[in-house]
């Protein structure tokens, strides 16, 4: 069967860094998304990987390798704002998101 | 720009009800979903739709109908009700079910309540 899977709660510490990971067992793959989620509000999209490698967008940056069905989503500098749940999500071989459960992000002052 | 709107916000039925919950999208997206969020679990899709006048079965279909008679709307029909129905349902919407970058936008939820 396919599975995600992920953390289901982290804490951290406001101005540091956190790593969230995310492996993956899917029937085919075609990108990995990540979505961050306020308690009570829907998900919005943070990040996409197809290709091996690090993408980075401002504090939140995204790494994938295929060939370990793995991936994280760095988050620096961190916010109180940043306190939500962060979903992943592969495509796959249908075009359609498999999704983890999420991971709960507690930042603490 | 609105996106995407759902309707209603939340509700509480009783078991053996029928109920539609509303999905309308303005960006002229081609790919609609209905997902179903619950505690513990990832997203689940309901149903697809890939363009108007199309629909498909997603992971968990069973209980569940939906409709595409145009581009913007995309309602879920629970025909009648049962308490595993129980959940945060989302509609989403992308430019197309397809490869790339092409990212899927969520309404706000509803949050339904089946006793």
């Known amino acids: 069967g396919q599975n995600i899977d992920q953390p289901t709660e982290m804490t951290a510490t406001e101005g540091a860094i956190v790593q969230i990971n995310c492996t993956y067992q899917?029937?085919?793959?075609?990108?990995l998304f990540w979505y961050q989620q306020h308690a009570g509000e829907a998900p919005t999209f943070l990040s996409y990987?197809?290709l091996d490698g690090l993408e980075e967008k401002g504090r939140f940056s995204s790494f994938l390798s295929r060939s370990k069905g793995y991936s994280y989503l760095l988050l620096k500098e961190l916010q109180m704002k940043d306190s939500a749940s962060y979903l992943c999500?592969?495509?796959?071989?249908?075009?359609?998101?498999?999704w983890g459960a999420g991971t709960k992000l507690i930042i603490k002052p | 720009t609105a996106g995407i709107t759902q309707a209603p916000t939340s509700q509480i039925l009783a078991a053996g009800r029928s109920m539609t919950l509303r999905c309308t999208q303005d960006?002229?997206?081609?790919?609609m979903y209905w997902y179903r969020q619950d505690l513990g679990l990832g997203l689940r899709l309901i149903h697809y739709s890939n363009t108007a006048g199309t629909t498909g079965k997603g992971e968990v279909p069973d209980g569940y109908s939906v409709s595409r008679a145009n581009t913007d709307d995309f309602p879920l029909t629970l025909a009648s009700a049962v308490p595993s129905q129980t959940s945060v349902y989302f509609c989403a919407s992308s430019r197309a079910n397809s490869g790339g970058a092409d990212t899927q936008y969520f309404g706000p939820g509803t949050r339904l309540t089946v006793l």
């Open positions: 899917t029937s085919g793959f075609n990108g």
């Open positions: 990987n197809v």
């Open positions: 960006m002229r997206h081609n790919a």
């Open positions: 999500a592969v495509r796959d071989s249908n075009y359609q998101l498999i």
